[in-house]
């Protein structure tokens, strides 16, 4: 796999102009891109969604600038990779990008340039399912009172202490069984 071109932090941004989104990539590590034909596609990835638009690039003194426009209405909500196109079938060549787009519809666009972290939370425990269909048990109040009172009952024959000790564990079992 090819490693990703670094962006440069302070000269990539990412913004909404109209019905499209503006992106603005400045390379400054051409010893990478010198391999690279010119690009004329950049390549947005989520999921299996892809969305491709057309690129322009211009030289500066800091580097090479990759301008390009999405329609915004082509992404969805979600964290896009991005990486550089170009060529045709079999010169074809991709070169990934070391920054993300990030869209939502609940807070402003953001480009995150730099490697993509390497940590994950883990996958959360299964939670334990009735045999019934995939639900927690619902116990009805008062059945649920009537069955403490009577464990309290057998209970009340021994010394408190251990009363106390058989009375936290029939809460903890009960709100794990019973929900």
Do not use: I, N
């Not at 009537?146 to 009952?153: A, F, K």
């Amino acid at each position: 796999m090819t490693q990703p071109l670094p962006v440069d932090v302070s000269a990539s941004f990412a913004h909404t102009a109209g019905q499209d989104v503006h992106v603005v990539l400045c390379l400054t590590d051409l010893a990478d891109l010198a391999d690279l034909a010119e690009p004329t596609v950049l390549r947005l990835t989520s999921a299996k969604r892809t969305v491709r638009a057309p690129v322009t690039a211009r030289t500066t003194a800091e580097g090479t600038v990759l301008e390009s426009s999405v329609p915004a209405a082509s992404l969805r909500p979600a964290v896009w990779s991005l990486a550089l196109v170009s060529g045709e079938r079999e010169a074809r060549r991709v070169q990934p990008l070391e920054a993300r787009l990030l869209t939502s519809r609940k807070q402003p666009l953001a480009l995150l340039p730099g490697p993509t972290p390497a940590t994950r939370m883990p996958a959360p425990r299964p939670r334990p399912q009735d045999t019934r269909g995939g639900h927690w048990v619902t116990v009805d109040p008062r059945v649920r009172a009537t069955m403490v009172r009577s464990v309290d009952g057998a209970l009340s024959v021994l010394p408190e202490q251990v009363a106390a000790r058989y009375r936290d564990r029939r809460g903890r079992l009960g709100r794990r069984v019973l929900g």
